[in-house]
């Protein structure tokens, strides 16, 4: 069955730091996302990504976020300068159409601000 | 603003115990809704959906959900429980139109089952 993979599962960087988190979704899929769940916190929306172009972002995406597709297969989010809130879990989904399909998601990374 | 919302944060049920979880969410407009489920230590994945049509929808494992158009519900119902459907239950919207797919959630309920 066709998955959503996302690597790293872990990371832990320090307050500051730039961190790309990567995800491989779905061969046939057009559509992407992230989402974010602080812990004991709901999934909450950071950006949807289609034709090369965000579609829609949250609140939360401010200038600090930027996702990319650099070639064919991953889709990245970046964060340039990390702040201990963006300590979460970062789940990448993917979907064939928007919103008409499910969207897949990956097994999510855990990202540890110190 | 749009949101969901699940009334019940952590269930504790016997096995073969009858379930439901209540979702409620605020929207003024047409929307598509899911359950997520997410088993411990795995990815999130779809129990059921609902577009349009039959507001009766049911999903894998045995689980199903009513959409009521007038009380903005999408309770999900399973008759007997198990122990293996311990995990945490996601519901989800997505408003129709001008749709990019964005999901909204509710905050989750954790489902423990005891043998």
């Known amino acids: 069955e066709p998955e959503v993979t996302q690597t790293p599962s872990h990371q832990v960087t320090q307050m500051g730091q730039e961190v790309i988190l990567r995800c491989v979704p779905i061969?046939?899929?057009?559509?992407f996302y992230w989402y974010r769940q602080i812990l004991g916190q709901k999934v909450e929306f950071l950006v949807s990504?289609?034709?090369?172009?965000?579609?829609?972002k949250s609140e939360i995406f401010d200038d600090q976020f930027s996702v990319e597709r650099p070639d064919g297969s991953n889709f990245t989010l970046k964060i340039r300068s990390t702040k201990l809130e963006d300590s979460a879990m970062y789940f990448c989904?993917?979907?064939?159409?928007?919103?008409?399909?499910?969207?897949?998601f990956g097994q999510g990374t855990r990202l540890t601000v110190v | 603003a749009q949101s969901v919302s699940q009334h019940n944060h952590h269930v504790i049920l016997s096995e073969a115990a009858s379930l439901e979880l209540g979702c409620n969410y605020s929207?003024?407009?047409?929307?598509?809704l899911f359950w997520y489920v997410q088993y411990p230590g795995q990815h999130l994945q779809l129990l059921l959906k609902?577009?349009?049509?039959?507001?009766l929808v049911k999903g894998i494992k045995g689980f199903e959900a009513e959409f009521i158009k007038s009380k903005f519900s999408f309770n999900l119902r399973k008759p007997s429980v198990q122990w293996s459907d311990t995990a945490e239950y996601f519901c989800?919207?997505?408003?129709?139109?001008?749709?990019?797919?964005?999901?909204?959630f509710g905050q989750g309920t954790t489902l423990q089952v005891k043998p």
């Open positions: 989904a993917s979907s064939e159409i928007s919103g008409a399909t499910e969207a897949f």
């Open positions: 061969s046939n899929h057009l559509y």
């Open positions: 990504f289609y034709n090369n172009e965000i579609s829609e």
């Open positions: 929207y003024g407009g047409t929307v598509n």
């Open positions: 609902y577009f349009s049509g039959d507001p």
């Open positions: 989800a919207v997505t408003p129709r139109p001008g749709n990019t797919g964005k999901l909204i």
